[in-house]
């Protein structure tokens, strides 16, 4: 028999065999689970198929419309079309049956009583690049063999990386109502600056996303605060508004970096059932931001004007610069695999961009006309120009994918009713019945944050404590549902359009000012219990591709924050009050927060259906693949 033939015959069984997607076949509502072991990169030695393989797939086919992905978690495909993640057949039991009740309990009791395993050992990276030296932390090849006390220094510096867009967002905010008049800027001008910021933020990430999932985390950190360096300075030596709003653009675009590939980087140093917990600490930066910039702005507004504000944020970008050169190495996962796949073993996408393509003129480029060389001179900078210009923006389109859509469209909306209050907050108390300077005005963000802070960490531990009681209902105590997360963002839904609520009318009333204060904390703690939650989720949704998923949600909800930003001081100035703006607000995130639910319902049928179409697109690749690299024997007759 040909080898090629007998693959022909394997997949052409697998096809037959595919399983139902969940919760459309009549026998059960099986949905598929996830494992703490499936982001670990896979390879594959390139050996015939033999009847019993598995073809393993470790990279997925790249689509000009769509950005390259992070396919290291991606499970094998066996011959039933079944993948690692998918749930193992229940076994029919009956309710009465009390051995069955009592094997349950000692399983359990088993696992509950086993000692964790043995760290894995830490071995060097296989290759080194030039920007990878300078590092006090090893470079290694599995990020997830790092300790426990290395870990917690790479979340750190990631989470001050995040720290940096907040921080240079709301540091000139206390300061808006009086640099206006300074740079020839009205009301609405000088708002202009932070809603170009946020553009500037849903933008950016897009293209860090990218350049991570091709050059890796850590050239992309390097380059972003480079360039957040540089243009802050710029932004100190402005000579006017609009010269400002343009270097604040690119400030921001430079800062974004880690807010895209900061949860890229904790999927690469954290299993699956810990990512919870280290994506609560790791919130704490972007949301340290808001709490202290406004008062380190407001100080520093009073005792050396509104140009020293910019030279702090450049000086806090050169700060960065030496931790993340010193204390962030390089942890991508699908770099790692890449590296680590022997240079005779492509991986899929590579395997099909290198198959046979006809040939139309062999002669030497020497020999070749002018015209002809200049025009795939041409054709070359076109395709690096829709390459690293245009493909980055189609990173956008994993918000098509409902889990992901859904989700991002909500934690969106709250996120941009927090911009609403920080705007109108020094506008609304700078006027009478209060009349607060700057520095006054500066501790007003002090309950909010405070209320993100406790809302965060409390949000990852009870993330976590979902899966855990996830893992431990299950049949081998490992596998869960990816949308139990989803469970404990409940406990911040109503928090959120309460807390608008207080808010805005306790503007509109005049009360005293701890009323609308205590409303920006009531809003901190759930727009962190929903938000912290739904960004653990999306490490789970599709897993590999973090970078890309978060990168999509930033580029939703900061271009919707700006818009909020925009509209905030438009509709205060034409007269609407602040406690039927505020209650409008707070109706969308309540009417919006019903998406959750339609997730946790149907979550997991359509991360089953993506899969399931996932592994039919890429059987044939791997089945061609085998056929065009390996020479066709025959089998010897028995």
Known sequence: MNIDQSAGAKYAKAAANQPEPAGLSNSGSEKPQHNDTD?????????????????????????????PEDTSSQAPVRQDGSTSTDIPPARPQSSRDPEAGSAR??????????TPPAPEPQKPSTVLRWFDYGTILPTLQ?????????????????????????FASNIMMPSFPFIGPTLGLGQTGVTLT??????????????????????????????GFTLFTLASVACAVAPDGDDLVAYRFFQAFGSSAAQSIGMGTISDIYIPSERGRATGWW???????????????????????????????????????????????????????????????????EAASSLPAPVTDTAAPQSQPLRTRLTGNARKAVKFGYTYGLQPLTTISR????PVGLSSLYASLCFGSMYAISVATPFSFSEPPYKLGSMDISFLYLPACVGYCLGSIGGGYLSDREVRMAKERSEDGETYSSEVRLRSARWGVPLVPAGLLIFGWGLHRHTHMALPIMGGFVFGVGLMLTNGTI????????????????????????????????????????????????????????????????????????????QQKLNQEQAPIAMTTLATQQPTTTASSP
């Open 39 to 67: 982001d670990i990169p896979q390879t594959n030695p390139r050996n015939a198929p033999n009847a019993d393989d598995e073809i393993q797939v470790t990279s997925q086919i790249s689509n000009p419309h769509e950005t």
């Open 105 to 114: 309990s000692s399983r359990g009791a088993a696992r509950r009583s086993t």
């Open 142 to 166: 599995n990020p997830r063999s790092y300790t426990r006390n290395q870990k917690i220094i790479i979340v750190a510096i990631v989470a001050l990386s995040s720290f940096s867009a907040p």
């Open 194 to 223: 932070t809603a170009l910021f946020m553009a500037a933020l849903g933008i950016g990430p897009l293209y860090h996303a990218f350049l991570s999932e091709r050059f890796g985390r850590r050239p992309v950190y390097l380059g």
């Open 283 to 349: 919130f704490i930066g972007p949301i340290l931001g808001p709490m202290v910039s406004p008062l380190i702005g407001g100080a520093v507004y009073q005792w050396m004007g509104w140009r020293a504000i910019l030279w702090t944020t450049a000086i806090f970008g050169v700060i960065l610069l030496v931790l993340i050169t010193l204390f962030l190495p390089e942890t991508s996962m699908k770099l790692k695999a890449q590296q680590a796949r022997p240079p005779s073993i492509p991986s899929m996408a």
């Open 399 to 402: 918000l098509l994918f409902p």
């Open 535 to 610: 960004m653990a989720y999306f490490t789970d949704s599709i897993p590999g591709q973090t970078a890309s998923v978060v990168a999509a949600y930033n580029a939703l909800r900061n271009l919707l924050a700006g818009t909020v930003a925009a509209l905030t001081t438009a509709a205060l100035d034409s007269g609407l009050r602040e406690n039927w703006y505020f209650t409008l607000l707070a109706l969308a995130c309540l009417a919006s927060s019903v998406f959750l639910e339609v997730i946790l319902r149907y979550g997991a049928v359509w991360r089953q259906r993506r």
